[in-house]
């Protein structure tokens, strides 16, 4: 059951007449090593980001298939990357990212985990043009797109991602969605103060704000064509993925290991999960396992 807090955001951001504008990130490239750690650091060790990540993880290895190759846009410093390439040993995964300081975390995680199955490359992910048309079983990104200046650069994101991608590829790209109301927005950021840096906090701040609107990320994604869909979290897309069909059922070994993820987080991190499946399943995402 969501808190009481969440309805009041949920009832605000139903009844509200105000319009948030988008405001773009003011690092468009996350490169100030600050910034960078402290990201890092969120999505490690259970920090803020563990239950997004391994929801995000579950979705990922359900459209993804034994063998395939599969493209990371904006993979930042690899902690979700890092965690479907362990989950999914039988995959061969490529990161790119712009940032030459997130890419060094990146290498860093791959290093220390002994990872064998990821690549990382420098790019653009709206210059996708290292890689030929029809290239890739699946495309993932996760937390990134609304680091794009604007809906010209996203609608050619998704373009290339389109390109790269074999017919009847998977696709899993999960962002915010744009809120409504200033004070949702500062709910949301300021939610978990007691749990992160203030560095982080001021970062989910500007990245809520830098949101793309759930029609802007409608309309860039329609470039995939039917089979893939846009959905939200229930009622108010504060979470949007534009996700393809599944292509399996969760491998026992893959259901094995989101299990161990899952049981390892803290009670408070698996009340996280269980409001983050919530709301995406009643907005029509389904989320295998971690129940
Ligand atoms: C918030 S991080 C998300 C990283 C990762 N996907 C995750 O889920 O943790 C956003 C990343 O997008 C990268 N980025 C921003 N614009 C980019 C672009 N045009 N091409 C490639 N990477 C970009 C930033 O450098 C940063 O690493």
Redesign the pocket.
Known sequence: MPSLAVMKVLMRELMTSQRVQRTPEPD????DPEKVAD?TAA?RENGV?APV?LFHSAQISRVIRSGDTVL??????A???VQVARLNPDCQFIG????EE?LDKAEGLIAEQGIRNIELRK????DLSAFANHSMDAVM????LH??PHTG?LQETCKEAARVLKPGGGVYMADFGRLKSAESIDYFAHQYDHRQPALFTLDYFY?LNAAFSLDDLKAAAAVFGGDVRVLSTFLVPFMVVIMSQPRRDLPPAVQTGLQQLKDALPDYHQVDLADMRTFFRLGGVASPMLS
């Open positions: 468009l490239v996350m490169d990201y999505g980001m990540y990371d846009l904006a993979c930042g410093p902690n979700q990357l790119v990212d712009l940032s997130m790019g653009s992910i709206d990104s996760t937390m990134a680091h794009l650069v990245s």
